[in-house]
């Protein structure tokens, strides 16, 4: 079989194996005599960095959050067990090799062929590339139909997220079976990422939606200094970290019996587009604005603290008002009118280009969390926010969707290989 | 006249002044306590760097291109001459704060007042932002008539781009009064540029289209190595750079006597959108994507060299025929081919997620050129890349603009002063 009939074939069953030197190091790449090397286009330090692929738990997550991201969600046009298992092997080797910097695939320099990579990260650094996988609710159960076989293993807490207070979904950027977060320092290798898994699916599925992000709005580790949003409010104080495992493995991982088994060091991904109304939010006058959050704008500090982290106090009275409104962001969202609920935010900005009719930037924020339960969690907190929150005179959310997130694979294996043990 | 009614009133008055403090330096600002400071989130060395706004020529165009772009272009809303000059004075004031790495405005920690700054690039670096302005033909005449009686002042070769062999534009996303070119290194900083900007020119201006660049595809100077487009080639090896001042002079800057006498120091930005369709282009066989080129893939050299930098070989032969073929994209672009004309290139990489009704990624260049007639020079060139390019196959230009980009300004002055002398 050739290379050319492989790729026609649908999904190729090559094994991708190494095209590009590691970082640094130029190899010759098979007779042509031509180098591919690391040029140094982009020579930061931190672009160096490769996050490893293969662990008990997926990257993307915990990892400290990169600058950039390239989400993508995909319907799968096939129908047999086979069909997914390959493509989960597929996309499982090639976001392997991609991880460390390597080209994907095995014929990159036959004329006749056309390359497995596409190539345009050919020169540029990892970057600190994760990808991270999910499975929607639709994969294991769509209209009554169990397509391939799965419903059995459908995850306990996988349920679409219900109609929240609010929503302005736009439903063709919503769902999806699989999705792809990949996570970077340089964009260029996120988009390659997403790009290249969506070209070895060719056949095997189709991309529903994707989304870019240019800043990350929140910290996932302490070392991390807390972004801004597009409101220009610090954004993700309170976020769990990854130091707190207590913390991570209350709200976010899975443990061996708290699901089906195979989801044993898994997680449940929500993810919303967030319109922000940027022109209304910037007419607002600075004290509205810091009590719409609960926040001061320019510190992070608390309304009636001095440093960012100070603990919000919730409690506090200024001539009989509470000091953080009753309706601001950060009371709502708080632990504490919450169950003690909490989830981990991994959210980015986005702008998407001019909302034709307004004449107004389309931008806001790409939210992404991580939890346990997405229900008992991000729903739960969403249903107050989406009811009383003061921020909703300012947003809008135009995309939700909710994954399964299986754990990380190791080498020889593949992610969601749980759900055809 | 408080703050909020210049807010309403449309175009504010207010002198952009100081909010943040100097790179590296946090500086109190007003009474309420906090510090605004750069505190090192994405502490790179190169994001400490500033750009010159003020000069003979305008920054963002022989500027070593930076890594990331947001462009936008506007429609005037207002009818007099005075209120675009109102409107250039407070975007030159504002450009030339933020590049220096300062909030618009001087109203920021006001509790009853709006702030001038949006907010979200307190705490990062100016990254080498650059703000440039462009006039557009509809500024001078439209439909015939003399909006702000600029007509005599009209560059002379300030001509919207005619139709063009192939073009598929869609009209919503191109042309527009007024332009903004914001580069950084830092993608947050160059929206926060165009966000800024809009919202100053609220009541004179709406926004018509933006377009979002993830990754140069050009260098303009030797230091830059040369990076990848979408389709994995080595883009702008050939470009003019900013060292080859003779060059420069002769294919894009203007000197008196050249044009309108305004326009001196001045030159004109041509813009097209260029989707690539990247699902063909990467099922072609490697030799296909190499000669519809004419360049090696991985090396860069022109076919029939060894190294980038090697001077094509337009007349060289291999068994009768030509090494670089007849359509390759790098022969037709030559300026051998084209009355020896050449352009200043200095595009971005883009992808606006899933073409709908393909389930493709939406994905592509942004070309922008820098020329000293646009007739003469992108329009030749593109007239016959429209017709023969191999390249055709594998493109669709969506979007077109040109602009006449105007000298720089000095401290006190503002862009496009000469419009009005």
Known sequence: ?????????????????????????????????????????????????????????????????????????????????????????????????????????????????????????????????????????????????????????RPRALRPIPPLPGDTLEPGLSGGDLCVQACSDDPQVAFHAVRNLARLGRGAVVMRWSQLGFGRTSSTTRSQATPRNLMGFKDGTRNLRAEDTEDMNRFVWLGPGDDVPWMANGTYMVTRRIRML???????????????????????????????????????????????????????????MNDGESILRRGYSFTDGVVEELGELDAGLFFICFQRDP???????????????ALNEYIRHTSSAVFAVPPGAQPGGFIGEGLFA
């Open 375 to 389: 229900d008992k969690q991000f729903t739960a907190i969403q249903r107050r926010l989406g009811r009383i929150d």
């Open 1 to 153: 079989m050739s290379a050319e009939d492989e790729q026609r074939s649908g999904i190729s069953r090559r094994r991708l194996i190494a095209g590009a030197g590691a970082a640094g190091v130029g190899i010759g790449l098979g007779g042509a005599g031509y180098l591919i090397g690391r040029d140094g286009a982009e020579a930061e330090t931190h672009l160096d960095d490769t996050v490893p692929f293969f662990g008990a738990r997926q990257a993307g997550i915990e990892t400290p959050a990169q600058d950039r991201l390239h989400f993508a969600a995909f319907d799968l046009t096939v129908s047999s067990p086979d069909e997914l298992r390959d493509l989960l092997r597929e996309w499982t080797d090639a976001a392997a090799e991609m991880t460390r910097g390597r080209m994907v695939g095995d014929v990159n320099d036959e004329q006749l062929a056309p390359p497995d990579d596409t190539g345009e990260t050919v020169g540029l650094q990892p970057a600190s590339l994760t990808v991270t996988f999910g499975f929607g609710p639709d994969l294991f159960e769509r209209d009554g139909r169990d397509r391939f076989g799965l419903r059995s293993r």
């Open 278 to 336: 940027i022109e209304i939010w910037d007419r607002s006058a600075l004290s509205d604005q810091e009590t719409t959050i609960g926040r001061h704008k320019y510190s992070g500090a608390p309304l009636g603290g001095a440093r960012e982290f100070d603990d919000p106090d919730l409690g506090a009275r200024r001539q009989s008002e509470p000091v953080i409104p009753a309706d601001a962001h950060i009371r709502l969202a708080a632990p504490r």
